[in-house]
């Protein structure tokens, strides 16, 4: 199981809770979002990682790794220059930081 999040500022790890449960680990870099990328609330993008393996607030989950791509849709938050994907399986992967823009409604 992957989750796919978007943090504004990391405040520490995150524990492992069913170590019972068998995980397939894959360490691919973030291709997009990157430095310099913006994105508008309400606008769809596509998270895009490296899926070429040849070895063995939650944006989506349940998703194959080897997909190397999820479409998201831009939560409603507050705009700011520092957030970053974190692609969660066994280990977190973070993309560089990119800006959200447009109105925080809640």
Not at 4 to 12: P, Q, S
Not at 32 to 43: A, E, F, I, K, L
Not at 80 to 91: E, K, P, R, T
Request: proline residues 8%; glycine residues 8%; negative net charge.
């Amino acid at each position: 199981m992957y989750l796919l999040g978007l943090f504004a500022h990391l405040t520490g790890a995150v524990p492992i809770l069913d170590n019972a449960q068998k995980r397939d680990v894959y360490v691919p870099p973030v291709l997009y979002p990157h430095n310099g990328t913006v994105w508008t609330t309400g606008q769809h993008h596509n998270v895009t990682w490296d899926g070429d393996l040849s070895t063995p607030l939650v944006l989506a989950a349940n998703f194959s790794i080897l997909l190397g791509r999820i479409e998201v849709t831009v939560p409603w938050v507050l705009p700011d220059i520092d957030y970053s994907i974190v692609l969660f399986g066994d280990s977190g992967n973070f993309s560089p930081q990119f800006t959200i823009t447009g109105p925080a409604v809640f």
